[in-house]
């Protein structure tokens, strides 16, 4: 299917009241950054976030395809804890992306498994979440003290300004590990992480328990979980996207800003900074031998 060929639904509808950013500015944003935002999708399932009357109105997050989505789109059932399944969508090309934007999806979120192997996680994800009040300046130490520790466990961190409050730190892995050690391993890695900075970190899960600390919240690396795809937007006011980052860009940078205008414009000039991220896969099983030597 050509992309250039989906016709857009009411695409002066507006779908960010305070830009104004309309559906058929989604649209174009999306078929604009395809090329980059693809190998960040291709193989995950998908969890989609449908806001069709605007983010000033109640959305969903969908996961089973809707039975009306195009027989070209390509559906997987993928399994189950409890040995059903659910026919997520599959976002390999450029058409798929574009229909459903069209179909009023504004964000995108991608499982840390792809559909090939989904109970052997190739990505580690920390979501720094941190309350009302607290500064970007120690969210970006909080991130690189993150880096630090997972590079003298043997792994290659990668930071991802999420369009929201926090950051995203992640880890490549090799596929050698289920979801269950993985998610053991990046909850023993918060443990450490808080224990070094008890008066600043947590992780605990209440949040009428945190205080004024930030949330290390690693719950995205369990099976089925998902984490906010690169180059998705998010539906808050300002149309900011999720945006992968350089570490050496992060003392520059807040969460929340690059929007829908910005990013088309950066990537004219910089080349995706995870567009190696394979590249660097480690091993989380290794990395937890040396966890448990270091502690």
Request: charged share 25%.
């Amino acid at each position: 299917m050509n992309p250039d060929e989906i016709e857009v639904s009411r695409p002066g509808k507006v779908l960010y009241p305070d830009g104004p950013v309309t559906k058929g500015d989604v649209v174009s944003y999306y078929r604009r950054v395809a090329d980059v935002m693809l190998p960040h999708l291709r193989g995950r399932p998908l969890t989609l976030r449908r806001f069709p009357d605007g983010i000033g109105k109640q959305g969903w997050f969908q996961k089973e395809a809707s039975d009306f989505f195009p027989d070209w789109m390509r559906v997987e059932a993928v399994p189950t804890r409890d040995g059903g399944s659910v026919h997520h969508v599959i976002c390999d090309d450029a058409a798929t992306l574009v229909y459903l934007a069209n179909q009023a999806v504004l964000e995108f979120h991608v499982w840390t498994s792809t559909v090939h192997d989904p109970g052997r996680p190739d990505l580690l994800v920390i979501d720094l979440d941190p309350p009302p009040g607290v500064g970007v300046a120690e969210l970006r130490r909080v991130a690189r003290r993150s880096r630090d520790v997972l590079g003298a466990l043997g792994l290659s961190a990668f930071v991802q300004a999420t369009g929201g409050r926090g950051f995203h730190v992640v880890a490549p892995l090799d596929c050698t590990s289920g979801h269950d050690e993985v998610l053991s391993f990046a909850r023993e890695v918060a443990d450490f992480l808080a224990a070094e900075d008890p008066a600043r970190l947590t992780t605990q899960p209440r949040k009428d328990k945190r205080g004024d600390r930030i949330f290390l919240d690693v719950n995205r690396n369990g099976y089925a979980q998902t984490f906010v795809a690169p180059y998705s937007l998010r539906a808050r006011p300002g149309a900011a996207v999720a945006t992968p980052l350089d570490w050496a860009e992060l003392g520059r940078v807040s969460p929340d800003g690059f929007d829908v205008r910005r990013v088309p414009r950066r990537l004219a000039r910089k080349a995706d900074p995870w567009r190696e991220l394979g590249a660097h896969a480690g091993s989380a099983r290794k990395a937890l031998d040396r966890l448990h030597r270091l502690t």
